[in-house]
């Protein structure tokens, strides 16, 4: 069981934009940023966004985070194939003092 | 480029120990805060231990405590993750993870990723 509460799945069609939720509580994302991974499969999680809305050199503006109260989204528009992956939400959590993820959701492009 | 690279694991029996260590290049590493998560296909992501740049502070998750120890060679450039009295549930993908920003702490989650190395458990 997670700390963080993820959809399993999520699609879309190329072109389209979707987004992915992330629901936690004051003692995580409440209080602190949100971060956002994806990974594919065999492959080491790579960081999305950082600080809620923040993208890492090289992450394209097509990916977008925002936060509101004790939830987190990750928006991507303009969806392509490669963009099939699972996406993971992660928070420190001051209750636990560890970072804390969710479960991971997984984004189908049909 | 940051590189983290992942070396130890293997197959062990309940009760046994290993080592697990990370080559980390690419950046000045005592400035960093490291982390081991693990990952496995039934619980997720899973945050296991933290260590600050400069080695005094660590922390680890409850289901851990007394049985791993996380410690770093600043000189060396190589974070270790010391694991006795293994279980069946410590199976895992173990990955070394360092923190975004060069804050030294190890209070937030990672910002870049080592590929993983396979921990088993098993009699």
């Known amino acids: 069981q997670s700390v963080l509460t993820q959809p399993p799945s999520a699609s879309g069609t190329p072109g389209q934009r979707v987004t992915i939720s992330c629901s936690g509580t004051?003692?995580?994302?409440?209080?602190?940023?949100a971060y956002w991974y994806r990974q594919l499969p065999g492959t080491a999680p790579k960081l999305l966004i950082y600080?809620?809305?923040e993208r890492p050199s090289g992450v394209p503006d097509r990916i977008s985070g925002s936060k509101s109260g004790t939830s987190a989204s990750l928006a991507i528009s303009g969806l392509r194939s490669e963009d099939e992956a699972n996406y993971y939400c992660?928070?420190?959590?001051?209750?636990?003092?560890?970072?804390?993820f969710g479960g991971g959701t997984k984004l189908t492009v049909l | 480029e940051v590189q983290l690279v992942e070396s130890g694991g293997g197959v062990v029996r309940p009760g046994g120990s290993l080592r697990l260590s990370c080559a980390a290049s690419?950046?000045?590493?005592?400035?960093?805060?490291m982390n081991w998560v693990r990952q496995t296909p039934g619980k997720g992501l899973e945050w296991v231990s933290g260590?600050?740049?400069?080695?005094?502070?660590?922390?680890?998750t409850d289901s851990v405590m007394g049985r791993f120890t996380i410690a770093r060679n600043n000189a060396k450039n190589v974070l270790y993750l010391q694991m006795d009295s293994l279980r069946a549930e410590d199976t895992a993908l173990y990955h070394c993870?360092?923190?975004?920003f060069g804050s030294g702490t190890y209070y937030n989650p990672p910002g870049y990723w080592g590929q993983g190395i396979l921990v088993t458990v098993s009699s």
């Open positions: 993870t360092r923190n975004y």
């Open positions: 600080s809620n809305n």
């Open positions: 690419g950046f000045a590493f005592g400035d960093y805060g």
């Open positions: 260590i600050n740049g400069n080695g005094r502070s660590t922390g680890y």
């Open positions: 992660a928070a420190w959590d001051d209750s636990l003092s560890r970072p804390v």
């Open positions: 004051n003692s995580n994302i409440g209080s602190n940023y």
